[in-house]
């Protein structure tokens, strides 16, 4: 089984704090992901990798940055935490698939967390 | 950039009753998913469809694309407590396994 796991499911910081967020998954897969999930707006993707060291940006990257050292690790940050940025945060992974091969893979999800900034 | 609209926004129903989610493309869809998460957790994958008037099914569960590529259905049959929760439907936004994800609809199934 495809196990995607995340270090905390409920962290509480304070406005001005830098926060690391991690995700680790098992299964070799080449992209990560990671969303933000809020009532009313639905997943929305912060920032994606499709190899090591290589990040790009998603639909709502402002306040975030992202490391990829390793494969199998992907590093979501935030410089300096606002109240805003409280939500909770998925991470997922899939196997490469380039656009021209067409080929599509569910993503794999970890199970959240719930980051309060106060 | 492509948008899902997902409808209804929400869904109260009587266990035993069956519940059909619509989800709506701006665009033709290449890759839909649907996915289901349990309050506060993560996302299951359900389903993938890809290609006009496909279908498929998981227990009591059946997922339908029409033929245009903008629509997709999920159907409940014979609903049970352990079907609520959030359902989601993605698709495919283009290169790298991107995926745009609808707003959600949330079930409940009343016993």
């Known amino acids: 089984d495809v196990k995607v796991t995340q270090s905390s499911r409920y962290l509480v910081k304070r406005t001005g704090e830098k926060v690391f967020l991690e995700c680790v998954q098992d299964m070799d897969h080449e992209n990560m992901f990671w969303y933000r999930q809020d009532p009313g707006l639905g997943l929305r993707l912060i920032y994606f990798?499709?190899?090591?060291?290589?990040?790009e940006k998603g639909d709502i990257p402002e306040g975030y940055s992202v490391s990829r050292e390793k494969k199998e690790r992907f590093s979501l940050i935030l410089e300096s935490a606002s109240t805003n940025q409280t939500s909770m945060y998925l991470c997922a992974s899939s196997p490469f698939s380039s656009f021209r091969d067409r080929d599509t893979y569910e993503q794999y999800f970890g199970p959240g967390t719930r980051l309060t900034v106060t | 950039s492509q948008e899902l609209e997902q409808s209804p926004q929400s869904l109260i129903v009587q266990e035993g009753k069956n519940l059909t989610i619509n989800c709506t493309s701006s665009?033709?869809?290449?890759?839909l998913y649907w996915y289901k998460q349990k309050y506060g957790e993560g996302l299951i994958f359900l389903m993938m469809?890809?290609?006009?008037?496909e279908e498929k099914s998981h227990e009591k569960i059946t997922a339908k694309l029409d033929e245009k590529k903008q629509q997709s259905s999920l159907h409940i049959t014979a609903s049970q407590p352990s079907h609520a929760g959030i359902y989601l439907c993605g698709a495919d936004s283009g290169g790298y396994q991107k995926v745009t994800f609808g707003t959600g609809t949330k079930l409940q199934v009343i016993p």
């Open positions: 665009k033709t869809l290449y890759g």
């Open positions: 990798s499709y190899d090591v060291k290589m990040k």
């Open positions: 469809l890809q290609k006009g008037g």
